[in-house]
């Protein structure tokens, strides 16, 4: 039997109608890679749902036209992703000018520490504090990369301003690796700025010179500097399309996810060291504050929540987009960012949506009971489930003991469009408030007549008893157990 896949929404069971207050009706990321996740809550097993999606009234940031605080001012960004961190690129510039630049008009204008004559080569960035050898090559050890023709002079300036020699921000000047070659080079160590600018020109004015440096560590030529971690404190991302105008957030704090703790196992966010947490500022378009970005927490105990940043878009419906221009910030208290912690995380895919991309889709439809597939939640906040999935490797492995203990049933198989299909107990629970709900139809003696396993055909309800009818009849990839009481 071979059934087409379908969305057949549900509604509210009386566990959640109780807790609610609702009466019911009748008588009722090294390489990316999956690997498989603990994620329980405590030792028992269990996820609690959440009620929020986003966790915020922002539902995109935008890469292009950002800004960074670099040197004491906000200076144009682009932003990507990388994994879960936000990487900004930031546009280097020729800060300035100096004598050096200027034409020589006399004699004295003659070899590495004169203050004329010279050129920008070129600018490059490397970590702070390393060291850094640039190459211009020579006969003397092959292996010595880079080339020169004629018998260039080379200076090295900290940052984007140019120098003069010893004066304010000069590091160093080439000289050549061995006695009988012309082609200089330089060892210096990376400024704090990780960004250096390379002054050069012929020994002699006038004269003919070629050079062509090489970098041991880092970037050279390099046209941005890559900023993340701490560095993006102070950057800025736009709410909307990429214009001037709307809300902008800020990035007040950046913590690695590894390093702050959790009440589920194995006790950090994220222990892989791939993700970042974000602590983000609102600000109107006067740059004033207007709030904090995941200041909804439900938990009326607990302070604002700290974003992740997911691949993707989501809209109030629930349905999600790829997006190359804009990404999503998850609360870490909202659904989108509960599934990420549980181990879906949309970078393991790669560059493109693919099974763990939509795993992650449909536990945030389970993980708000989201029924209806519509972007409703019928669930409270802290709400315990049991949660896994099919993937391979399997992020979340199913319950060792295939039967639920007491007071606990199969819920449903989910997909990113919402269940696949629910189990004989949920549906016998259900409010029927979606209107494109497929009812089992029951006879005198409490048997379904329209079963979708017995009668395969439209308007049969999809019921499924336990994970493996879910995948393989009607193509769920992720499941779940509730309590029954």
């Known amino acids: 039997m071979k059934l087409a896949p379908r969305l057949f929404p549900a509604c509210l069971s009386v566990w959640f109608l109780v807790a609610c207050g609702v009466s019911a009706p009748g008588d009722d990321l090294p390489e990316p890679r999956l690997t498989t996740q603990d994620f329980a809550d405590g030792s028992d097993g269990y996820h609690s749902q959440g009620t929020l999606l986003h966790g915020t009234s922002y539902l995109a940031a935008y890469h292009a036209n950002a800004t960074v605080f670099f040197g004491g001012r906000h200076r144009s960004a682009t932003s990507r992703l990388v994994r879960g961190e ?8 020729v800060d300035g000018t100096t004598a050096s630049l200027l034409a020589c008009t006399s004699s004295d204008g003659q070899g590495a520490t004169r203050a004329c004559g010279l050129v920008v080569e070129g600018q490059g960035t490397c970590t702070p504090g390393t060291s850094v050898t640039l190459t211009s090559g020579g006969s003397c050890h092959r292996n010595i990369p880079g080339a020169c023709a004629g018998s260039p002079v080379m200076r090295v300036c900290s940052g984007e301003q140019p120098c003069e020699h010893q004066g304010t921000g000069y590091l160093v000047t080439g000289a050549p690796m061995c006695g009988f070659s012309a082609c200089p080079s330089a060892v210096f160590t990376c400024p704090a700025s990780g960004i250096y600018t390379v002054l050069a020109g012929a020994s002699a004015p006038g004269a003919p ?39 902008l957030l800020e990035v007040s704090e950046v913590t690695n996810a590894s390093t702050v703790p959790i009440t589920e196992s194995p006790g950090t966010w994220d222990p892989s060291g791939n993700t970042f947490l974000y602590s ?57 960012a509960k599934c990420y912690r549980w181990g879906y995380k949309p970078w393991l895919d790669g560059a493109q949506d693919g099974p763990t991309t939509k795993a992650h889709w449909s536990c945030t439809r389970m993980a708000r009971a989201d029924y209806c597939g519509n972007g409703t ?6 709400t315990p489930i049991r949660l896994w999935d099919d993937l391979y490797p399997t992020i979340n492995a199913p319950p060792a003991n295939p039967i639920p203990p007491a007071g606990v049933e199969f819920e449903a198989g989910w997909k990113p469009t919402g269940p696949a299909c629910l189990s004989h107990w949920r549906w016998k629970s259900l409010d029927a408030s979606c209107t494109s709900l497929s009812w089992p139809i029951y006879d005198s003696t409490g048997k379904v007549t329209n079963d979708c396993r017995d009668f395969p055909e439209d308007g049969c309800a999809p019921i499924c008893d336990d994970a493996k009818e879910a995948a393989l009849l009607y193509g769920a990839n992720v499941f779940n157990e509730s309590s029954s009481h």
């Open 86 to 93: 936000i990487v900004a690129d930031m546009p280097l510039q």
């Open 209 to 247: 010179w070629g050079l062509d440096l090489v970098s041991s560590v880092g970037v050279f030529p390099a046209t941005t500097r890559e900023l993340r971690a701490e560095k993006l404190v102070g950057a800025r991302l736009r709410t909307n399309d990429g214009t001037s105008t709307g809300p």
């Open 280 to 336: 983000v500022k609102v600000l109107n378009s006067d740059f004033q504050p207007l709030g904090t970005l995941c200041g909804s927490n439900p938990d009326p105990h607990a302070g604002p929540g700290l974003a992740v940043p997911v691949r993707g878009l989501y809209d109030l419906l629930g349905n999600r987009t790829e997006s190359t221009a804009a990404f999503t910030f998850g609360c870490d208290y909202a659904v989108i």
């Open 377 to 382: 939640s019928y669930t409270r906040d802290g």
